[in-house]
C-alpha cells in the first residue's frame, strides 16, 4: 500500500529531515512511526500526502509513483488517504455535522450521498447526539472524533494521523486508540507518529523508530523502546 | 467533476458580503475607470464622425488685398486656374461680397453703416479636387504665402484645432483609464487576497480532503468577476447619461456650429459599452487568476 525507496528529505540550510529511508507498509496494516521531536515522524506523513516533496527517492502509494504525479491528479491522491492532526483542524464557524459534510461537499459527492454518509461516520464516532454543536462546545475527545469522523467519512484507503493523542489526557487517548483502532479492522491502513509510550506498548502493533531521519528500528506488534 | 451550483452560489455570496467594505472600494474603481474607458471611446467616435464630416465638399476661400490692381487680381486667379489640384475656382466680386456681408450682420447698424463696398476684400470661392484634410490644407497654406493674397479661410484651420483639443482630451482621458485600470486591478486582487487569507483555514482542510484547485478557486474568481461585473454595468450606465448630457450641451450651443459636427450615435455608445464590458470582464478575471493562483500553491 505505501512504499518509501530511498527517500531522504532536506530542508533549507542542510536540515536532514529525513535519510534514505525505506520502508514498505501493506494494506490494512497498524503503523506507529515512534521517535523524539525532530526525529522526522511528521516529515514523513507529510510526504505521503504530498504536502511535501522528497528531495530524493521514491514514494509509492496504492501501487502509484507519487514523484511523477500530475499537480492536478493530487486532490484525487488525497482523496484516498484521511488525515488526522493533533490540533484537530476544525472550521470553528461550522457544526459537526457541518465540517464532516464539508469533506465530501468539496470534492463533489451528492447531496443524497452526505445526507446518508455524515450521520452513519458520526454514529460509528460516537457523536450523533452532538452534531449540532460547534467545536468549542466540544472537549478535546470529542474534537478529535470530529475530526476523525471527518478524515473517514469518504472512506479512504489509508489514514494517516499526526500525534492524534497529543493534546488528550490518557483516559480520553485509550477512547482515540479505540476508535482508530476500529477504522483499522476495516480494512484501512492506519500510519500514526506517537510519542505516547503506553498507547504503543498496549497496542503491539508494528513500530518503526526514527532517530535525527534515520530509520533506526522496524519492529512487527514491537513496543516504544 | 461535478460543481455543486447551490455552494458554488453560498461561498461567492458570503465572500462578496464578509468583506463589504472593500467590496465596495473595488466595484467603484471599476466602475470609475470604465466610465473613462467609455468615456475615450466617445470622444474618439465623436471626433472621427467631426471629421468625417469635414471630409467632403471642403472648399476654402482666398480673398484678394482690397487695394489689389485688375492685373494683380488675374494673377492670383490665373494661379488658381492653373493649379492642378483645385476643381473649380469661383470669382466673388464687391457687390456680392457687400451683398452677403449684409447679410451676415443684419441688424448691426453701425457696422453696416460704417463699412462700404469699397472696404471690403473680393474673394475666389475654391472647390479642391481632394478633398482630404491634408491636402486642403496644403493648398490653404500655399496660397497664404501668394503675393496679392490678403487671408486665406478654411475650414480646415478649426478641423485642426478641434483634432488637437480632442486629442489632448483622449490623450488625457486614455491615461486616466491606464491608471484607474491598474488601481482597480490591483483594489480586485487584494480583496480576493483578503478574502482567501480570512478563509486559508477551509481552504487547507479542503485541500487536505482533496477539493480540486479549480473547485476551490471558482467562488474567488466569481467573486472578482461580479465585482467588474458590477462596476460595468454601472459604467454602462453612466455612457449612456453622458451621451444624453452631450446631447443637451450641443443643443444649447446653436451657435456653435462646429460642434453640430461632434456627434454621437447609438453605434458609437454601443461600441463604447462593448469596450467597457469587454474590459470589465478580462480585468476582473485576470485579477481573479492571479490572486487566487499564488494561494493555491500546495
Known sequence: ?225 | MAINGNYVFRETAANLTRNITLTVASVLTVFISLSIVGATVLVRQGAQNLTRQFENGVEFIVYVEPDASESQLAEVRTSLQDNPGIAEATYIDRDETYADFKQLFKGQDTMLENVGPADLPTSFRVQPKDSSVATVQGLVNYYRKQPNVFEVRAATDVIKQMKGMTDFVNKLLFFSAAFLLAASTLLILNTIRTAMFARRREIEVMKLVGATNWFIRVPFMLEGLVQGLVGGVLAIGAVFLARNWIDELLDKGQGLELLQSFTINSSDVLQACLWVGITAVVLSVGSSLIATRRFLDV
Open chain 1, 1 to 225: 500500500m505505501i512504499k518509501l525507496e530511498n527517500v531522504s528529505k532536506v530542508f533549507k540550510g542542510d536540515v536532514v529531515a529525513l535519510r534514505e529511508a525505506d520502508c514498505e507498509i501493506n494494506k490494512g496494516e497498524f503503523v506507529f512511526l515512534v521517535g523524539p521531536s525532530g526525529s522526522g515522524k511528521s516529515t514523513m506523513i507529510r510526504l505521503l500526502n504530498k504536502q511535501e516533496e522528497p528531495s530524493s527517492g521514491n514514494i509509492f502509494v496504492a501501487g502509484k509513483d507519487i514523484g511523477t504525479l500530475n499537480s492536478w491528479k493530487v486532490p484525487f491522491l488525497r482523496r484516498n488517504i484521511g488525515c488526522v492532526f493533533q490540533d484537530y483542524k476544525l472550521l470553528t464557524n461550522k457544526t459537526v455535522y457541518e465540517n464532516v459534510a464539508f469533506a465530501l461537499e468539496v470534492i463533489g459527492r451528492p447531496r443524497h450521498v452526505i445526507k446518508t454518509q455524515v450521520p452513519a461516520i458520526l454514529e460509528l464516532v460516537g457523536l450523533a447526539k452532538k452534531h449540532k454543536n460547534y467545536p468549542d462546545e466540544l472537549s478535546g475527545g470529542e474534537q478529535q472524533r470530529v475530526s476523525i469522523a471527518r478524515a473517514f467519512v469518504n472512506r479512504p484507503l489509508i489514514l494517516l494521523a499526526d500525534e492524534p493523542t497529543g493534546n488528550l489526557d490518557p483516559a480520553t487517548s485509550v477512547g482515540i486508540m479505540r476508535l482508530l483502532d476500529r477504522i483499522n479492522r476495516t480494512g484501512t491502513t492506519v500510519v500514526m507518529a506517537t510519542h505516547d509510550r503506553s498507547i504503543v506498548d498496549t497496542m503491539r502493533r508494528r513500530v518503526i523508530e526514527l532517530d535525527r531521519g534515520s530509520i533506526i528500528r522496524d519492529q512487527a506488534r514491537g513496543v516504544y523502546e
